[in-house]
Structure formats: C-alpha cells, structure tokens
C-alpha cells in the first residue's frame, strides 16, 4: 500500500470549513484514497473514500489532484464534535475486505 | 441494533497471564480484523479473517492467536509470549465487497 503523509494537527475554528491534506505521492492507479476519523478512545469511524473523481456524503467531501499524488479532506462547517485524529489512508480494493494501513493521522481541534 | 460489540472495556491482568479479548458482530460480515493502538499511535493490524475458519497474519501477530469457529465471533488471545501486551485493542469487521470497515468501541488491556 502507499505510504501517506498527514501534517501532526490543525486547528480550525468553529464553524468554519476545516481542509485537512494528505500526500499520497506514490499512489498507483487502482489504489483508493480512505479517510477515517477516531475519537479520543473510540474505534474509528469509515468517512468517504474515492478514487480519482471527487466525492461527497453527508459527513464530508473529498478533493483529489488531477495527478492523484495529493487529497484533501473538507469539513464543510466544523462543530466541536469533529475534534478527532483524522487517518487518510491509500490501499487497493479489489475485493472490499482487504486490510487498511493506518499512520498516525492529523489531530483536528476545532475552537469554539 | 446491529454492531459489533467488544468486551470488556477495561481489561487488567497479571504479566505472564494468557488473556482473550471477546468480539462479536451481528451484521453478517464476512471479514473481521484485529488492530492494536499504541498512546499516540495509529492502529496497527494484528490478525484478519476473511472467511469462517481462515485467518491470516497481520503486521505485528507474534504473541497472538485467533480462531474464526463462527461468522460472528473473532476472539483475540493476548498470550504470555507477547511482550508488551499493555494497549488499545479494537476489533472491526467488514461485509464482502464493503467500502468500510465498521469498528468495536475496544478494550484496553492494562497488563500489571
């Protein structure tokens, strides 16, 4: 799997759009972009995925460059709930169960 | 409700003790994994399973053993052989052909 590089944390004020970047600069073209978040002492929770189009959900959307080598993750209106270790991870899927490759994610603090 | 569920949430034990943490999803999952959480760490893969009765070796499995009996059940025993059992331990499963991984709200092992 290709290996991801988060910046350690960000913060972002309340209400505003938080964009958290991943570098992912030797993705190959059948891996997917993942992203995750955890919440102090929680298991982590599925966000969006995509692989070169961008994707939007309730939750979140997912920009990816043209070249595939960068993404970012948007917020759109942060609440304090979103304080969370946020993973971008880069894998194949071929058939949906393989296993993901966590780092050490970005720590998002959203300020009142 | 449907989910997976991991007890206990607190685990002590003494060094030298076998321990087995207990995971169970009632979602029809074909997949289940076990990761291992470090302070300040992300998740690293322990053992997964992608069918009943198969399991495979993830990154760190030394110290170590699963069983996979029954689609709903993937019990993890922390053994004596393992030499920093104190850790974060969470447990997920996937459906086949499934974009995400759902997770356990996991058991920290505090081995004394």
């Known amino acids: 799997d290709a290996k991801t590089t988060q910046p350690t944390s960000m913060d972002c004020a309340e209400g505003r759009a938080a964009n958290l970047p991943c570098n992912h600069s030797t993705i190959s073209g059948n891996e997917y972009v993942y992203w995750y978040r955890q919440i102090h002492s929680q298991g982590p929770q599925y966000i969006i995925h995509?692989?070169?189009n961008n994707e939007t959900n309730e939750m979140a959307s997912l920009i990816i460059t043209e070249d595939r080598k960068s993404s970012t993750l948007i917020l759109p209106h942060a609440t304090l709930r979103d304080t969370a270790v946020y993973y971008c991870i880069v894998r194949f899927r071929l058939f949906g169960n393989e296993k993901l490759t966590f780092g050490t994610g970005t720590r998002l603090t959203i300020i009142p | 409700d449907g989910g997976i569920t991991q007890s206990p949430k607190y685990l002590f034990r003494k060094e030298g003790q076998n321990v087995t943490l207990s995971c169970e999803q009632n979602l029809n999952h074909d997949a289940m994994y076990w990761y291992r959480q470090d302070p300040g760490q992300g998740l690293r893969l322990i053992y997964y399973s992608q069918i009943v009765n198969d399991f495979q070796k993830g990154d760190i499995a030394e110290g170590y053993s699963v069983s996979r009996e029954k689609k709903e059940s993937f019990p993890l025993t922390v053994t004596s052989a393992q030499k920093n059992p104190t850790a974060f331990y969470l447990c997920?499963?996937?459906?086949?052909?499934?974009?995400?991984?759902?997770f356990g709200p996991g058991t920290r092992l505090t081995v004394l």
């Open positions: 997920a499963s996937s459906p086949a052909g499934g974009n995400e991984q759902f």
């Open positions: 995509g692989l070169k």
